[in-house]
């Protein structure tokens, strides 16, 4: 099955949520202390994939046109508007904290980064799906660790991922006949840089630092994709 990859990486996640929560009856003072080793790991996590960049200024393009792009369409309200839908559907007892928080932040960290591109391609070129069952591993501890804080939302974050990863595997025949290896490459150092700094933000997000809307950075990966392109060619 081309999509085993992504549907193992998708249960592990939900599972990993769903164990975490029988972690969260933790005292406050020790769930504060383990909310801040969280954000310094996801921080460290981010710094690392921002260095995969060879073309820093592409980055902060990204970054900024994104900031606008997202600000313009108000992403994080509408991710925000999702997150209370959410929550109305779930009973009170299951909720833990928002459910928004939870969702956008294990989405980012589970979507960005260089495994989800290259795994998914793998299964579908080569249905070769090693990687993203090592990918579905480390993010089905990831969620074990973010739900125990968060809640239940990063259960949620599931279905992105498998709409990303799946759209990736079945058109990954196309992707490789018209885009050129170096180009791909090129392409995956510096989304896997941008989204670095996007889950930065989140590790900042979650020490209590910042109140960056990392939703509204989003369109950055969409930019990233036009201005190597455009470097590529140009």
Same mark, same amino acid.
């Given at each position: 099955?081309?999509?085993?990859?992504?549907?193992?990486?998708?249960?592990?996640?939900?599972?990993?949520?769903?164990?975490?929560?029988?972690?969260?009856?933790?005292?406050?003072? $020790?769930?504060?202390?383990? $909310?801040?080793?969280?954000?310094?790991?996801?921080?460290?996590?981010?710094?690392?994939?921002?260095?995969?960049?060879?073309?820093?200024?592409?980055?902060?393009?990204?970054?900024?046109?994104?900031?606008?792009?997202?600000?313009? $369409?108000?992403?994080?309200?509408?991710?925000?508007?999702?997150?209370?839908?959410?929550?109305?559907?779930?009973?009170?007892?299951?909720?833990?904290?928002?459910?928004?928080?939870?969702?956008?932040?294990?989405?980012?960290?589970?979507?960005?980064?260089?495994?989800?591109?290259?795994?998914?391609?793998?299964?579908?070129?080569?249905?070769?799906?090693?990687?993203?069952?090592?990918?579905?591993?480390?993010?089905?501890?990831?969620?074990?660790?973010?739900?125990?804080?968060?809640?239940?939302?990063?259960?949620?974050?599931?279905?992105?991922?498998?709409?990303?990863?799946?759209?990736?595997?079945?058109?990954?025949?196309?992707?490789?006949?018209?885009?050129?290896?170096?180009?791909?490459?090129?392409?995956?150092?510096?989304?896997?840089?941008?989204?670095?700094? $996007?889950?930065?933000?989140?590790?900042?997000?979650?020490?209590?630092?910042?109140?960056?809307?990392?939703?509204?950075?989003?369109?950055?990966?969409?930019?990233?994709?036009?201005?190597?392109?455009?470097?590529?060619?140009?």
């Amino acid at each position: 099955m081309i999509l085993f990859g992504t549907v193992v990486n998708v249960l592990l996640i939900v599972a990993g949520a769903f164990i975490g929560r029988f972690l969260h009856n933790i005292p406050e003072r $020790m769930k504060e202390t383990v $909310m801040y080793g969280i954000g310094l790991a996801v921080a460290v996590i981010g710094i690392q994939m921002t260095f995969e960049s060879t073309q820093i200024l592409i980055v902060i393009i990204s970054i900024v046109v994104g900031a606008v792009i997202g600000e313009w $369409m108000d992403l994080d309200k509408k991710v925000n508007d999702l997150g209370h839908w959410m929550e109305s559907k779930i009973p009170a007892s299951d909720k833990g904290p928002g459910i928004a928080q939870g969702f956008v932040t294990a989405t980012l960290i589970f979507v960005v980064g260089s495994m989800a591109i290259i795994g998914a391609i793998d299964s579908g070129l080569r249905n070769d799906h090693d990687v993203l069952v090592m990918k579905g591993i480390i993010d089905g501890f990831t969620a074990i660790i973010l739900s125990s804080t968060l809640g239940i939302g990063v259960a949620f974050a599931a279905i992105p991922v498998f709409f990303y990863q799946g759209i990736i595997t079945l058109f990954s025949t196309q992707i490789s006949r018209f885009v050129p290896d170096d180009l791909l490459n090129f392409f995956i150092s510096e989304m896997t840089a941008t989204g670095g700094l $996007m889950i930065l933000a989140i590790g900042l997000n979650l020490i209590g630092l910042t109140k960056v809307r990392v939703a509204n950075l989003i369109p950055g990966i969409l930019v990233v994709g036009v201005a190597v392109t455009i470097v590529h060619f140009f």
